[in-house]
């Protein structure tokens, strides 16, 4: 395993178990120096055709990560976070779509299946969520519509890319669809117990399946 990968993961075991005792005003100042592990990784990996999309991805991420900071500021902190994030999930979408396929064969019964199961989360998500949306109705749309494709991508790369690394990645997208949930329901809906340790668990290992994921489906034989 990639020193930088190890590293994201103890930095981030740490993170996490300031959050569990409940030490949140420390983890406020570790969390800009997670993901930065995750592009180290990215950047110092051998160079393949998509590697600047995960690159990008991670960055925009990133900058998404340090943003919500600062949301309990005011809600253009949480706008341009989100903005920031969905411009990820396009990096994300564009990532999946150049990855190498062993086969172009696609269960066209589950595939369809799977697109089934996203647009009844989406459609799910945004009527238990619109009430409550007020003037974040549009954007928190375009960014569920946007986290919902790139599951997709996910779900249709699972079907050709290589094993156990399609798995692997679609378990990543999968956790980070649900970071996302917990994240809105939480901010729109009702406060979750324990929710910043949800919501970043989850995230965590959402940014750290897709990441290695993908450098292991593109590793040099």
Not at 97 to 108: A, I, L, M, W, Y
Not at 189 to 209: D, K, S
């Amino acid at each position: 395993m990639n020193n930088f990968l190890k590293s994201y993961l103890i930095i981030s075991a740490f993170y996490l178990i300031l959050l569990l005792l409940g030490h949140e005003d420390w983890a406020w100042y570790l969390k800009p120096f997670l993901l930065p592990f995750l592009i180290l990784a990215t950047y110092k990996s051998a160079d393949f055709s998509a590697k600047k999309w995960l690159l990008y991805g991670l960055v925009f991420s990133w900058i998404g990560d340090i943003i919500l900071m600062f949301a309990d500021n005011g809600e253009l902190y949480f706008i341009f976070g989100l903005v920031s994030f969905l411009i990820a999930h396009i990096l994300f979408i564009v990532l999946f779509s150049k990855q190498k396929s062993e086969t172009n064969k696609t269960n066209k019964l589950f595939f369809g299946l799977g697109i089934a199961f996203v647009l009844l989360y989406l459609v799910s998500m945004l009527s238990f969520l619109y009430p409550t949306l007020g003037d974040l109705k549009i954007p928190v749309t375009i960014y569920a519509i946007t986290i919902s494709m790139m599951l997709i991508m996910a779900i249709k790369g699972s079907f050709s890319w290589k094993m156990p690394m399609n798995m692997i990645i679609l378990n990543g997208a999968c956790a980070f669809v649900t970071s996302d949930s917990l994240l809105a329901i939480n901010k729109f809906y009702v406060p979750l117990p324990n929710a910043t340790f949800l919501i970043m668990i989850t995230y965590i290992v959402a940014q750290y399946l897709i990441t290695s994921g993908v450098l292991k489906l593109n590793e040099k034989k």
